[in-house]
């Protein structure tokens, strides 16, 4: 089946700083990837959408200057949470999507943010 | 507006059916899905079923759909301790996934 790995698994971080998450699809080409964002015991709201070169579409309320999402190849998306606080800590869940499997979203194992 | 519901919290013994309940609101989803999150980890999608379709079995794993009341269910059978987990549907909405509040399935010994 279709694997999608992130890296880190876990990060904790100084308020004000940045922290990079990356998503790759490892055996299949992912045309669009999603990011989405878990709070404790909550469901999943997706932050934004992102395809192979082009510019991330955003969720409504979901600053772009401050969640920058890169998706410069196939296999590879970046998010980055641009000088963190505490109340940016969450879960960080990215999946994707390739041409062959338009209809099915392949899920990360998700990333734990914990900004102090 | 969009908004999946799901009941928060199910409880059964092993060896019994599970089974979870949710219902949707955008009559033009293509697909519906369910998918299973253990504690800590990402989200495995463990079935779909195209909207003009009104049961699906895949092994332990039965999806009802009832488009009408959009209404979507899954039965799991035989549900062992190794099922426990939280249970979201989703239905796909303008090519995203909407996805409901989630089921954490208790399985007791």
């Known amino acids: 089946g279709a694997v999608v790995s992130q890296h880190p698994s876990r990060v904790i971080c100084k308020s004000g700083t940045s922290v990079k998450i990356e998503c790759r699809s490892l055996?299949?080409?992912?045309?669009?990837m999603f990011w989405y964002r878990q709070f404790p015991k909550q469901s999943l709201m997706l932050m934004a959408t992102?395809?192979?070169?082009?510019?991330?579409?955003?969720e409504q309320g979901v600053e772009k200057d401050k969640f920058l999402i890169n998706h410069a190849s196939l296999t590879l998306s970046t998010l980055t949470v641009t000088s963190a606080h505490p109340e940016d800590s969450s879960f960080y869940i990215c999946?994707?999507?390739?041409?062959?499997?338009?209809?099915?979203?392949?899920f990360g194992p998700g990333t734990r943010l914990t900004v102090l | 507006g969009e908004d999946v519901e799901q009941s928060l919290f199910l409880s059964v013994r092993e060896g019994d059916s599970s089974v979870i309940n949710c219902t949707y609101t955008?009559?033009?989803?293509?697909?519906l899905y369910w998918y299973k999150q253990e504690p800590g980890a990402g989200l495995q999608l463990l079935t779909y079923?195209?909207?003009?379709?009104d049961m699906k079995q895949d092994q332990r794993l039965t999806v009802l759909l009832n488009k009408k009341d959009k209404h979507l269910s899954l039965r799991i059978a035989d549900t062992q301790t190794g099922d426990s987990a939280i249970y979201f549907c989703a239905e796909d909405s303008s090519y995203k996934l909407i996805f409901g509040s989630g089921t954490r399935l208790l399985v007791r010994p």
């Open positions: 992102s395809n192979e070169g082009s510019k991330a579409t955003y």
């Open positions: 999946s994707a999507r390739g041409t062959e499997t338009y209809n099915e979203q392949f």
């Open positions: 079923i195209f909207s003009n379709m």
């Open positions: 055996d299949f080409q992912a045309t669009t």
């Open positions: 955008d009559s033009s989803s293509t697909y």
